[in-house]
């Protein structure tokens, strides 16, 4: 068996030279199909030189402040965009590698060789055929070595995600597919039939070159997550295209679609380190970020769909949906190349997940997925550089004399269902019949791609309706379409986009057609005109191009005619929009841009989110110093799950008991203050010694050891009721699924069994009758609750029974207190605890007895500073960054994406506390993730988790023997 040995490092100058720029270079882009791989160039991007872009004005990419701490950025892509080959070195006997193949400038310089002693067990050479083994008989010992050849395909991806690197502040490691291997015969190999050691020094030869970290699948997992879920399912769907009948989806390609996902979660996680941002590409990998962030549960995750994305009525007819759009939010920024597709994804969340959505972001588990719109470009820079390249002008020459006298119209495409394709020939057949002047005057060159895969119907047609076209308009002479079937040479595309009288797109769908832009940049001394169809997301961002719909032929027969009839004033005048606007638009611009914005949504993010999950055993320290403690909680949603139908949210016996037993220790007060009715809250928890119940949000009120309920609103005027239901029923009739609720203190209108879009449209127009008719003019106020309108007396809230509770005469001095809630009416709760913070902050300030935590704030478990109410004037804003509440730092620094904070500011793990430390503690605990909009001041993950630490620390539940207490995690994105 061959084995893999590490070589002599680099060390000439030219060597060092072609290490740095080898994959990079320009000679790459131009190269014909005649490496391991068999790959040839399909397109102009590729990495920058230095060379001017005429007249035009650039812009320069965006950049992060010198000042702004260094990031790692890790770019998970589908494939990386090499591919290894293993080459054979020819040797002498004596040890060492040849440096005989450094000059070719479609490699990377190797950084690591393979030795085989017994040619005849090497695969490498063999390609797993026995036959191939005599090749390579000889006295000597054979040597190997990889080299990295250019991917096709995504270069203005690639070139983007590459030009990261470039920023002083920032490095980025690539992430993707490593693909099969090419050995020395041109075979492809599945890289996991390959020894340990080959792998091993394959990875740092991928590291060395440009910080690429390889996944390796076995071959039939890539093919089911490539080849069938993507191509069959995705792709389709994506592009307004329903799946093949023909192609019956194998249950192993979704199954084999989530190892592969989470196969690139695991290495992106290994990779991880606290400064990361990490930008997940296109719709291969749309499960990543919630697999990331099982993981690293702070990770910061930004996803970039490349594709389109369907209207809400297409996407619904996917079997996993909801899994997948689940995937997809858990990133904190999704970008878009257009703002329809963001808008087609926001009401799928909202149509089939039930999500509430603005323009601009996502309402997901209590926090907002920012959405942006960033078009990708093209690497201006290398464009040109080849376009102007001696290769280049030979090749115009020659198809000048080739089309002599005839316009020229240019058309690339690959070969799919959506290229536009039959549509652009249909098209062109009409402008034949419908101009006979331009009869052997203009020729159309056609230049088809290979797909992804063979489609032979298509093919056959394509054919069919070309030969139809000569035939009927063509001679022995000349032939009216030139249709070229395999990939290109760079400088023969180039030279076709330069020579070219009019560019010609007719896609029915694309993402962004990165050929009209190319085609825009050839065409910069010329100026002749596009034709751009409608349904590229190219037609949504540049101006100047001649918009057409496809399917028109009539149309696009008259657009074509028009454009080469068209004026030299007007094709300059249009040029000069569309090119301004592809040089300010670089694919560099793109991928900084989204950075820059993925980093700025981050940081409003944990500008407003301060909380930190619990720390659970500090809480247990408390718990068992104090001896007068105080606790509050909220009922759905904090002691129980949310549920479909309210009636199911019993407590389990697990919460009873616990109950329970706080209400029998004398050292503790326990209320449950909750928006159910009295009858509910009676018949559950009724039964309950020593438990203080508050029903209908703060509407009523029973004491501890009382049995009688007391109503808050009996000397209230509750007439307003009457209007409210008026105005509820008028559009409880016009929305279909609509229901009114109506309590004693309250009425509400539920649309959660609506139409998503068409109820929310009806909740803000009824909300505006409301206030305009009735709020407007009596004491009442509106909640915007979950799918419904809420609307109460202004007077009463949870907060007001908090501060009945406070203010009670036999309230002892508390040294704990405990209050948690789920959902915004809670934050009522919130706010009367910090009002009571900031009291007792003044009456110790006044006896001199205030104390600072140092540093974080971490040191110290009692109250410094409170945070002021919202919309009240704060004296102690200078200092509200130093608070420490209940031990948990309450603000400051730039924090986690998701679930928490990072992890410098948590609390440390601690004994006891000091007993110089003064009490009360305050532990405002939202249950539900850390970013959610509150005045809490650290968090649990679900209710569950609140429960369970209850219940240890009662003594109802024994410790875990991993820990114990659960983890304040809890799996919190596991619950609506």
């Known amino acids: 068996m061959p084995t893999f040995v590490t070589p002599s490092r680099v060390s000439s100058a030219a060597d060092l030279q072609l290490q740095k720029v080898t994959l990079d270079h320009a000679d790459l882009l131009s190269r014909s199909n005649t490496s391991a791989t068999g790959s040839k160039n399909s397109g102009a991007d590729g990495s920058s030189s230095n060379n001017k872009l005429g007249n035009a004005e650039t812009t320069t990419v965006p950049t992060i402040d010198q000042q702004e701490p260094f990031i790692t950025i890790i770019a998970a892509t589908h494939y990386l965009p090499v591919v290894a080959r293993i080459e054979k070195v020819a040797l002498s006997p004596s040890p060492g590698i040849s440096d005989n193949n450094d000059n070719n400038p479609e490699s990377v310089s190797n950084t690591s060789g393979i030795t085989s002693s017994s040619p005849s067990s090497s695969s490498y050479a063999s390609g797993n055929e026995a036959s191939d083994s005599t090749n390579i008989a000889s006295p000597f010992s054979e040597k190997y070595q990889w080299k990295l050849d250019r991917r096709r395909g995504h270069t203005a991806m690639y070139a983007g995600i590459k030009s990261l690197s470039r920023q002083s502040n920032q490095r980025c490691i690539k992430i993707g597919l490593l693909g099969k291997v090419v050995n020395p015969k041109g075979h492809h190999i599945d890289p996991c039939e390959l020894p340990e050691d080959a792998i091993s020094k394959l990875r740092e030869v991928l590291w060395e070159n ?443 016996d697990t919460l009873l008991k616990t109950l329970e037993k706080l209400c029998s220790d004398p050292k503790n007060v326990v209320w449950v203050i909750s928006g159910r009715d009295a009858k509910f809250l009676s018949k559950h928890l009724g039964h309950i010694q020593g438990l203080g119940l508050s029903a209908e949000h703060g509407c009523f009120i029973r004491y501890p050891d009382t049995g009688n309920w007391e109503n808050l609103l009996k000397k209230m005027d509750m007439s307003w009721k009457s209007d409210v239901r008026k105005i509820f029923e008028f559009y409880t009739e016009r929305t279909k699924g609509a229901t009114i609720e109506e309590k004693e203190s309250s009425v509400t209108w539920h649309y959660r069994n609506a139409d998503p879009d068409y109820g929310l449209f009806q909740a803000k127009e009824c909300m505006n009758h409301l206030e305009n008719a009735v709020v407007s003019r009596l004491p009442i106020e509106i909640l915007v609750g979950k799918k419904c309108l809420d609307v109460r007396p202004k007077a009463i809230n949870k907060g007001e029974i908090v501060r009945r509770v406070l203010l009670s005469t036999d309230s002892p001095n508390w040294e704990l207190i405990v209050c948690a809630g789920d959902d915004k009416t809670d934050e009522d709760m919130f706010r009367a605890l910090r009002i009571d913070m900031r009291n007792k902050l003044r009456h110790r300030t006044h006896r001199g007895q205030q104390r600072v935590s140092s540093g974080s704030g971490n040191e110290d478990l009692f109250v410094s500073t409170p945070v002021v109410p919202s919309g009240a004037a704060s004296e102690t804003d200078s200092i509200s960054s130093q608070m420490t509440l209940g031990g948990i730092t309450g603000s400051g620094g730039e924090g986690p994406a998701r679930k928490t904070v990072v992890s410098s500011l948590y609390p440390r793990r601690r004994s006891a506390p000091d007993t110089d430390k003064q009490p009360p503690f305050y532990f405002l605990i939202s249950v539900g993730p850390s970013t959610k909009k509150t005045k809490a001041n650290c968090y649990i993950g679900k209710p569950e988790a609140l429960v369970d630490t209850l219940a240890i620390i009662s003594g109802v539940l024994e410790p875990k023997p991993s820990s114990s207490l659960p983890s304040a995690d809890a799996d919190a994105d596991d619950e609506e």
């Open 210 to 652: 440009d910080m690429y970290v390889p996944i390796i699948v076995p071959a039939q997992v890539a093919d089911d997550h490539y080849e069938g879920y993507c191509k069959q399912i995705l792709w389709p769907l994506l592009h307004y295209m329903s799946w093949d009948d023909s192609a019956v989806p194998m249950p192993s390609w979704w199954t084999n679609y989530v190892e592969v996902n989470k196969e690139f979660a695991k290495t992106i996680a290994e990779k991880h380190t606290a400064d990361c941002y990490i930008w997940i590409q296109d719709y291969h990998l749309l499960l990543a970020p919630a697999f990331v962030r099982d993981h690293v549960p702070d990770a910061r995750i930004g996803l970039f769909i490349h594709s389109p994305f369907p209207s809400s009525e297409i996407f619904r007819s996917l079997p996993n949906r909801s899994e997948i759009l689940k995937g997809m939010l858990e990133s904190n920024s999704i970008g878009f190349q257009t703002y329809s597709y963001s808008r087609h994804f926001s009401s799928s969340c909202t149509r089939v997940l039930g999500l509430e959505s603005t323009p601009t972001g996502i309402d997901y588990k209590g926090s907002i997925v920012n959405l942006g719109i960033f078009p990708i470009g093209i690497d201006i820079e290398h464009t040109e550089s080849r376009r102007t390249g001696p290769n280049v002008k030979a090749k115009m020459d020659s198809i000048r004399r080739m089309y002599s006298g005839k316009k020229i119209i240019i058309a690339r495409d690959k070969l799919d269902e959506v290229s536009g394709i039959i549509q652009k020939l249909k098209a062109f057949r009409s402008f034949l019949e419908l101009y006979p002047e331009w009869q052997n005057k203009v020729v159309l060159i056609q230049v088809t791609q290979p797909g992804q895969r063979r489609i032979p119907k298509l093919e056959t047609k394509i054919s069919e309706i070309i030969t139809s076209i000569n035939s009927d308009y063509g001679s022995l002479e000349f032939c009216p379409i030139h249709h070229h079937t395999s990939f290109l040479d760079t400088d023969e595309y180039m030279a076709l986009l330069t020579i070219a009288d009019l560019g010609l797109i007719t896609a029915i769908r694309d993402g962004m057609n990165t050929s009209s832009l190319e085609y825009v940049v050839c065409q910069s001394e010329t100026h002749n005109p596009l034709i751009l169809s409608e349904f590229t997301g190219t037609a949504g961002s540049i101006s100047g191009a001649i918009l057409i719909n496809p399917w028109d032929f009539r149309n696009v027969a008259d657009m074509i005619n028009s454009a080469l009839m068209m004026s030299n004033d007007e094709k300059n005048q249009k040029h000069r929009q569309m090119y301004q606007h592809v040089v300010r638009h670089s694919t560099q611009r793109w991928a900084q841009s989204f950075i820059d914005d993925f980093r700025k949504a981050i940081l409003a993010l944990t500008t407003y989110c301060t909380t930190t999950k619990i720390d659970v055993s500090q809480f247990t320290d408390v718990f068992n110093t104090t001896n007068r403690r105080l606790f509050l909680f909220d009922y759905d949603g904090t002691l129980t799950p949310i549920v479909n139908n309210p009636e199911d949210a019993v407590p389990t």
